[in-house]
């Protein structure tokens, strides 16, 4: 095994994808607490779609993928949070709208310039290959900064997950919150999507916080433990992912139904041993 | 001297007024029950104070100087430091907190983004006098419906020293629970919080405020507690209670027992 690590290592491209990739599990599990509590999950979903829509249409003019997707997905991100203010119910179909448009709307551009080619594909499913050095710096300075700023507004974010109105009812600054949990989801969506694939990419966000709520009662905890669940399950998938040569973004998924089903008869057994 | 004016308030929602042409007032210490049947628009009324909804007409002045109007942003801010105990039903049921964590988050508009000794002292001693500190490691969401809403109120005392909006806060807690909120509430007035509180509960209401804003879409009364029990809507609102019946020819309640 250790010598499987090795050869491993001795790939840099590999070596980028496990340090990206352990960045953005964390800080995609941070934010995925959050958001799977305010019941924003379909929101991850929703964006990841935008944002193949936004690589595709990159990809046809030629442009910069990261350049052109963020702004894109940030836009969508604002928009989506929005209409899930007005009404929860039109805010749901919207997701479904939206979603399913960009999709389309990518498809479409692509079938009319390059064809539905190995770039593509790799969009949708993610690819190992895909962190070249200026896609790496990018990603690590980001989601550095995701953390810090996680880590600097944590209990208004948890003020603001657990009861928005007596936040905004009794704080002067607890406007911009919202809008701050968009922002980085937005951003990590574009980011680990081109390594975990836009159809995967909302995993990363909702598994590890679903996981360790099942068994963790306090926010600190689920917090903490997502990111741990998160890490251990990227650096296990990609593991796998390279000795079976199987597709790392789907591989990580994989691994995270399997802590989920761990956590969840963990969780289980907890509640029948109390009285 | 009045802390809160509000004049002729109208708030819609969805194109449909809710509540109009509102007009009262709170002075410092009072304890104000808004009442009124379901759907009456007290939960809205009490909205559009805390500046979580725009009104259509009318204002609400504070006495600092702010004001939520037609003409300004919805999203205004107290200078004056409010708290808020939400309905229950907005919560969600299986969320992951521990009671220390939810009462300190209601200490936070004292600005800054991490806890100081000073935010966690007062958090401790809001937990001790509603006799919740030995839960405070526990998980809100395991804890009975009365525990849950006193760690409400202590998040709500964290926030404030002047003025608390409770927004039926004993709905769904058994008789003797009720009871205790009521004392509680009671004593956080009698230490000089103003209580404004929406209530289904009129016999307790007529106990315990000293002023009384009956909502029927429009201001049905506003004055006194003492004045509210000699008017009639008063009379008809107990008269669904058998204990304050009022015999009279009038009187449904005896009329359907002389069926019988």
Redesign the interface.
């Known amino acids: 095994m250790f010598r499987i690590i090795a050869e491993m290592l001795s790939y840099p491209f590999l070596v980028r994808a496990l340090i990206c990739g352990i960045l953005l599990s964390v800080s995609a599990s941070l934010l995925g607490v959050s958001l799977v509590?305010k019941r924003y999950s379909m929101i991850g979903d929703g964006l990841s779609h935008v944002g193949f829509g936004a690589l595709a249409i990159a990809t046809a003019f030629h442009w910069a993928p990261l350049a052109v997707s963020i702004p894109i997905v940030v836009i969508a991100a604002f928009l989506l949070l929005r209409l899930n203010e007005n009404t929860r119910i039109k805010g749901d179909a919207a997701i479904a709208l939206i979603s399913t448009g960009a999709l389309a709307i990518g498809i479409l551009i692509v079938s009319l310039t390059t064809g539905v080619n190995i770039d593509i594909y790799n969009y949708m499913f993610g690819s190992v290959l895909a962190i070249d050095k200026t896609s790496f710096w990018i990603s690590i300075v980001v989601c550095i900064v995701i953390i810090v700023l996680f880590f600097?507004?944590?209990?208004?974010i948890?003020?603001v997950t657990?009861?928005e109105?007596?936040?905004?009812?009794?704080?002067?600054?607890s406007?911009g919150i919202n809008l701050l949990i968009a922002l980085l989801t937005a951003v990590i969506i574009v980011l680990g999507m081109r390594l975990m694939g836009a159809l995967l990419i909302s995993a990363l966000i909702i598994f590890p916080a679903l996981s360790s709520?099942r068994v963790?009662?306090?926010?600190?905890?689920?917090t903490i433990s997502s990111a741990i669940i998160s890490v251990i399950c990227f650096v296990v998938g990609i593991f796998c992912s390279y000795t079976l040569s199987t597709p790392v973004g789907a591989t990580v998924v994989v691994t995270n139904i399997i802590a989920f089903l761990i956590f969840f008869i963990i969780g289980k057994i907890r509640i029948r041993k109390e009285p | 001297m009045s802390i809160i004016d509000c004049k002729h308030l109208s708030v819609s929602y969805e194109g449909r007024t809710i509540v109009s042409d509102v007009s009262f007032s709170i002075s410092a210490g009072d304890y104000l029950c808004i009442v009124g049947e379901n759907g009456s628009g007290k939960t809205t009324l009490m909205?559009t104070l805390?500046?979580?909804k725009k009104p259509d007409k009318g204002e609400v002045l504070f006495s600092d100087g702010c004001s939520v109007g037609k003409a300004s942003d919805a999203?205004h801010?107290w200078v004056h430091?409010?708290?808020?105990l939400?309905q229950k039903s907005?919560?969600?049921k299986?969320?992951?907190?521990?009671v220390m964590?939810?009462v300190?988050?209601?200490t936070?508009?004292d600005?800054g983004?991490?806890?100081t000794k000073k935010e966690k002292k007062k958090a401790i001693s809001a937990m001790e006098s509603l006799g919740i500190l030995d839960i405070r490691k526990r998980?809100f969401?395991?804890l009975s419906g009365g525990q849950q809403q006193r760690v409400l109120l202590a998040?709500?005392l964290c926030?404030?020293e002047d003025i608390l909006?409770l927004d039926e806060p004993v709905a769904g807690l058994d008789p003797k629970v009720t009871q205790d909120m009521y004392e509680m509430i009671k004593t956080l007035n009698e230490i000089g919080i103003t209580i404004v509180m929406i209530s289904h509960d009129i016999e307790a209401a007529l106990e315990y405020s000293n002023h009384i804003l009956h909502l029927n879409k429009d201001m049905d009364f506003f004055g006194t507690t003492e004045e509210y029990k000699k008017t009639e809507l008063c009379e008809h609102y107990l008269c669904h209670i058998p204990d304050h019946l009022h015999h009279d020819d009038d009187c449904e309640i005896c009329k359907e027992r002389s069926h019988v």
């Open positions: 509590l600097l507004f944590y209990n208004r948890f003020a657990f009861d109105d007596f936040t905004k009812a009794t704080q002067a600054k406007g709520m963790f009662k306090s926010y600190k905890r689920v | 909205r805390l500046g979580l999203s801010k430091k409010i708290g808020y939400p907005n919560l969600q299986d969320f992951p907190a521990s964590e939810i300190l988050s209601g936070l508009n600005n983004l991490f806890y998980s969401m395991e998040r709500a926030a404030t909006f």
